[in-house]
């Protein structure tokens, strides 16, 4: 039998000093004798992205050997718990490794035919999209995700994928079939479709307008906003201006709007949940970068990190504080991240089902 691990310090999110033992992977707050002190600092629920690709590069699905290494890299900066927002690759298999993070699948993105990145989705026709969402919502660990809308060549600019009886049919069947729904979505038409529809959580929504935000509030919905990945838009706006100048306007728009957008729905009380994209355009293991740059983006540094811990596990069903019996994943760092996070780069300690599994000298 391991030995009983003890750790000591403010336990994140109200900073009350506590020791916490690890017996048999789970928290206990009743002293252990014998038990070895492993670290002392500022201790936060295991991190929480909710927005990455396991199993997924530039060119589709990769293998297990990479998708391996993918989940130590998001381990490794803390992220114990995490949402995969649509891979290609078949990752099932990682439930079954105590040393990588637990992960969420929601299975393989449902893209419309030749609407998408190539080999990235499972790309279906209208008539077949409710069909889908089913298969997925029942091969999946309780999300599906969706493509909201890309760039129509016929039209030259972002357009809904799918008409929006299809959107809410496949909504429909993916709550029959307990499974809550995410979509992809950079613009604003397909939005009104999605939220009253009654989808769960939108994916980057730089489309967003205040009347649609109002309506998220109403309903619930969250908003993963996946600041780094906007950045990007410049980019994409100069690779599609000469065949498509429509898109590429409208990309400059969203890219400029930015941040106005996404703070209005902080403002107006929308959740918001961190997710780094990693294995879309962002490197694995930036999760830390994905919480400084919604600070940066406006939001207070505590909310910053709840959105990638505590509140984002008690969304995703987890357990959102390290009271007794809880799960013994969890981060320790040298300093308060609250007062500075970029310490979220550089963890003393990452615990996952009671081991240690990553372990660094504090500065």
């Known amino acids: 039998m391991a030995p009983t691990q003890r750790f ?10 506590r020791d916490l033992y690890v ?3 789970r928290i206990t707050l009743e002293p252990q004798a014998g038990a070895e002190t492993v670290a002392e600092g500022w201790i936060v629920p295991g991190l929480v992205d909710a927005h990455c690709h396991i199993g997924l590069e530039d060119h589709g699905p990769i293998s297990d050997e990479e998708s391996e290494a993918q989940a ?3 381990r490794d900066a ?5 949402r995969d927002a649509g891979s290609a690759a078949d990752t099932r298999w990682i439930h079954d490794r105590a040393d990588l993070p637990r992960l969420i699948r929601c299975g393989r993105h449902l893209a419309r035919t030749k609407r998408y990145i190539r080999n ?10 409710a069909d889908a969402a089913a298969r997925e919502a029942r091969a999946g660990d309780g999300w599906i995700k969706l493509v909201g809308d890309w760039i129509s060549r016929e039209e030259g600019d972002l357009a809904p994928s799918f008409p929006a009886d299809a959107f809410a049919a496949a909504i429909a069947v993916a709550h029959a079939n307990d499974a809550r729904v995410t979509a992809h979505c950079f613009g604003s038409d397909v ?3 999605l939220i009253e529809a009654g989808i769960d959580c939108i994916e980057h929504g730089t489309g967003l307008d205040q009347g649609l935000v109002d309506a998220m509030v109403a309903r619930g919905t969250a908003l993963v906003p996946t600041v780094m990945q906007l950045d990007k838009f410049p980019e994409y706006a100069e690779a599609g201006a000469a065949r498509f100048p429509a898109y590429a306007a409208t990309m400059e728009d969203l890219y400029a709007r930015r941040r106005q957008t996404i703070m209005a729905a902080f403002d107006a009380g929308v959740p918001l949940y961190a997710g780094s994209d990693g294995g879309g355009v962002t490197r694995h293991g930036n999760l830390p970068g994905e919480v400084l740059a919604m600070a940066e983006l406006g939001m207070p540094a505590e909310y910053a990190l709840g959105a990638a811990s505590w509140r984002a596990r008690e969304w995703l069903g987890w357990n959102a504080f390290l009271d007794e019996g809880a799960p013994a994943d969890l981060v320790v760092y040298d300093r308060d991240p609250r007062d500075d996070l970029t310490v979220l780069h550089s963890p003393t300690r990452v615990v996952l089902r009671g081991a240690v599994v990553t372990s660094r000298e504090s500065a």
């Open 8 to 17: 000591r310090g403010p336990v994140l999110p109200d900073g009350e000093v």
């Open 23 to 25: 017996v048999d992977g």
């Open 72 to 74: 130590v890299q998001d």
């Open 78 to 82: 803390g992220a114990l718990l995490i």
């Open 120 to 129: 990235y989705a499972d790309e279906v026709e209208p008539g077949e999209l």
């Open 191 to 193: 939005l009104p479709w």
